[in-house]
Every structure is written in structure tokens, then in C-alpha cells.
């Protein structure tokens, strides 16, 4: 059972800071859906929810300032505060609209609304799970974490580095994108459990993207190397009718197109990958590039996203969701446990 010694909520960032940095063994408390897991005692657990970080609101990019502009959306950039729900977030219009739906295709089978309206934006990205879908969603925009020690950090370095002791998370910064579109898939063995493997790929402003999650490591972004071809190959929407299949969104690509999504879908396969009890490192890597051509065709629009599920029918439909697509593959796939179908 997870227990505290002493338990406080400072009504400002800064008192919150200070308890961190001077107490040993302090713990900040996000949402405490994954804290109340452990079975531990915390010498001193801060709870944020006293400090104002619970906004979603339009923000100047260079100075992170909330916006004072006119119109529906003044500024550049979306400040989401540490203690913001997933949920709120799942739900607001105007960030999803600006986003593309990125996010909200990423936590929608995360769970259930009850989990998602206590879990928090910022205890998600603090804890920096391997498992993560919200990581993966995030890094492929142009996205800054705010630290109160350590200020402003793109949020692939925060992801990438090991550990930040004694700081605490006060807000994300996703700025606005010429023409964003992306796509993310996730494979899941059965409903609410964790994603096996999570791709999201992200076309912002003619570059391309593509971050790779729950390898089960941490979700890390191709290297740019590995997707400059898409840049050119693939620079805007397409202007046909989105293809209803893989397959049939494929054969409409260009060769040039059709060997830079290759050579995407091989650099994701590529990734260091391993083995878990959800999925062998062999079955990982076939997924990454099933699921890498997949998000790179709906973000180009060649190909129709996969329908949202009903919420009445989440339980089965989000077991399939895009696992579906993988495991109705030909012979010749890998299965789960590292064998062959
Ligand atoms: C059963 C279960 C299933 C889940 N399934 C998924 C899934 O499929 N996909 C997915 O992406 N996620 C999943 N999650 C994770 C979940 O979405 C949240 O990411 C997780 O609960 C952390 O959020 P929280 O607000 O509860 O953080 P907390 O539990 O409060 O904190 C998590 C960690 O971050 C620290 N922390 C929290 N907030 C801050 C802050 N502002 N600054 C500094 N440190 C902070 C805490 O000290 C702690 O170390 C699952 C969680 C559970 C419990």
C-alpha cells in the first residue's frame, strides 16, 4: 500500500519547488493513478492541485505568456497545465482541432473516461513510461516541456534524458503547425491493456516526423535521415480519394513515394527493440512497420482512418484497434510470442 509521512499542498509552484528541492525523499503527486500502485512509503507527497495548473490555454510560443490577441485563437502555441486530465484534454475542441486529433486518437483506448479523468497530462509525461501512448502522440510535434528548476525543454531531450530528480513539471507547449496532418496506431492485445507497440507520424509544415513508442522502451523519434525522403516524396495532402485499405493506399504512391515509405518502414523496424510479456522483439518489429506505413499513409491522406469506435463498443473494438490490420496479415507474421502465424 502506498503511504505518506506528511502530506502537502502548496498553493504555488514555487512553495511546491522548494519542498522538492529541499526535502529528501519529497514526491510530487499528479493524478496518483500510477503512484497508488506502489507499495512504499513517501517521506513528504506534494499534491499540485492547489497551484493553478489545471488550464488549457492560448500562449505566445517565444515566451510562453498566455496570448492577448483577438479571435478565437490568439497566439501561437497551446499551454496545457501539468495537472490539465487527459480527459479535458481528449475533449477539447480547439487543442484537437489545431492538432489534428492526434492526442485524442491516442488516449482514447487508454482505459476508461473515469481513469482518464483523474490521470494527468503531466504526471504522463513526468513519469516517462515506456508504455506510453501519450509520449508517442506528442513527440513528433513541435512540443516544449516547461520545468519549474529547469525552464523550457524540447520535450524529445526530456524524453531522452535519464532522470529528473527535484524538479517539477508545470506545463506542455505544443505549437501550432502550418498544415499539420498525422496519423497514430497503436496494437494492443486485448482492450485497456497496454499498447504492445505505438507509432505516430506527423507531417508539420512539409517535414515528416515519426516517433515509435513501447519498443517497450521509451518512445524515441526516427532519425531524420531515415524520413527526408518522405519530406520530398510526400510534401502535402493528397488530392484523391483517401484509399479504404493499406494495400490500396499503397499502390497509389509514386515509386519515389513507395521507396521512401520503404525505407521509413525498414528505419522503424530498425529500432532497437525487445521482448516483454505483451510481445517478442521479432513481432515488434514487424508491427513497427506495419504500423509506420499505416500512420505515414492516413497522415498523407491516402489512406482513411481507421473509424473511431463507438463508446459503447471500446471494450472490443479498441482490442482490434489496429492490432486488427497487423494480425489478419498474411502467413509469414510473426505472432505475439516471437513464433509465426
Ligand atoms: C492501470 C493503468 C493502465 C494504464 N494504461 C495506459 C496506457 O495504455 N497508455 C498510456 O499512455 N498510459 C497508461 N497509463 C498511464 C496513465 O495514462 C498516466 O500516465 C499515469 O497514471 C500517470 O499519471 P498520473 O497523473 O496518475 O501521475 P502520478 O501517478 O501522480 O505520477 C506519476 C509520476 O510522475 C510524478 N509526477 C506527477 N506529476 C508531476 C509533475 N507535474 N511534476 C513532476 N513530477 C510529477 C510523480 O511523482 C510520479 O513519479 C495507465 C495507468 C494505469 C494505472
Known amino acids: 500500500m502506498l503511504q505518506f509521512s506528511k502530506y502537502e499542498r ?11 528541492q529541499k526535502v529528501k525523499g519529497a514526491r510530487v503527486i499528479g493524478g496518483g493513478v500510477w503512484l497508488r500502485l506502489q507499495d512504499r512509503r513517501i517521506a513528504r507527497a506534494i499534491d499540485l492541485s492547489a497551484c493553478g495548473l489545471d488550464l488549457i490555454e492560448r500562449v505566445d510560443w517565444e515566451t510562453g505568456a498566455p496570448a492577448t ?19 479535458q484534454l481528449e475533449v477539447h475542441g480547439g487543442f484537437n482541432a489545431s492538432t489534428c486529433g492526434v492526442y485524442e486518437s491516442a488516449v482514447r483506448d487508454i482505459v476508461g473516461v473515469q481513469m482518464r479523468n483523474v490521470a494527468t497530462v503531466g504526471g504522463s509525461l513526468f513519469g516517462r513510461f515506456g508504455f506510453s ?20 525543454v524540447p520535450l ?23 498544415d499539420l496532418r498525422s496519423g497514430f496506431a497503436c496494437a494492443r492485445r486485448s482492450a485497456t491493456d497496454f499498447s504492445v507497440l505505438n507509432v505516430c507520424a506527423a507531417r508539420v509544415g512539409g517535414s515528416w516526423h515519426v516517433a515509435v513508442g513501447a519498443r517497450p522502451g521509451r518512445a524515441v523519434l526516427l532519425p531524420a535521415e531515415a524520413v527526408a525522403a518522405l519530406s520530398e516524396a510526400l510534401p502535402a495532402g493528397a488530392p484523391q480519394a483517401p484509399a479504404a485499405t493499406v494495400d490500396g493506399a499503397t499502390a497509389s504512391l509514386s515509386p519515389q513515394a513507395a521507396a521512401a515509405l520503404d525505407a521509413a518502414c525498414e528505419a522503424a523496424s530498425a529500432l532497437p527493440l ?15 512497420a506495419a504500423l ?10 491516402l489512406l482513411a482512418p481507421a473509424p473511431a469506435p463507438a463508446p459503447a463498443a471500446r471494450p472490443q473494438a479498441g482490442a482490434a484497434h489496429a492490432a486488427a490490420q497487423v494480425a489478419a496479415s498474411p502467413e509469414g507474421v510473426p505472432t505475439p510470442e516471437g513464433g509465426e502465424a
Do not use: Q
Not at 158 to 177: G, H, N, P, S, W
Open 156 to 178: 524529445a531531450e526530456f524524453a531522452a534524458r535519464k532522470a529528473y530528480e527535484r524538479d517539477i513539471l508545470t506545463r506542455v507547449l505544443v505549437r501550432d503547425a502550418r
Open 69 to 87: 490577441g483577438d479571435g478565437p485563437t490568439p497566439g501561437d502555441a497551446w499551454g496545457v497545465g501539468a495537472m490539465v486530465t487527459l480527459h
Open 274 to 288: 525487445g521482448s516483454n510479456m505483451r510481445g517478442s522483439a521479432r513481432y515488434r518489429r514487424h508491427l513497427a
Open 10 to 20: 502548496p498553493a504555488t509552484v514555487e512553495e511546491a519547488l522548494a519542498i522538492v
Open 292 to 301: 509506420t506505413r499505416r500512420v505515414v499513409l492516413e497522415a498523407a491522406g
Open 133 to 152: 501512448d501519450i509520449l508517442t502522440a506528442l513527440l513528433p510535434l513541435e512540443c516544449e516541456v516547461e520545468l519549474a528548476g529547469e525552464g523550457r
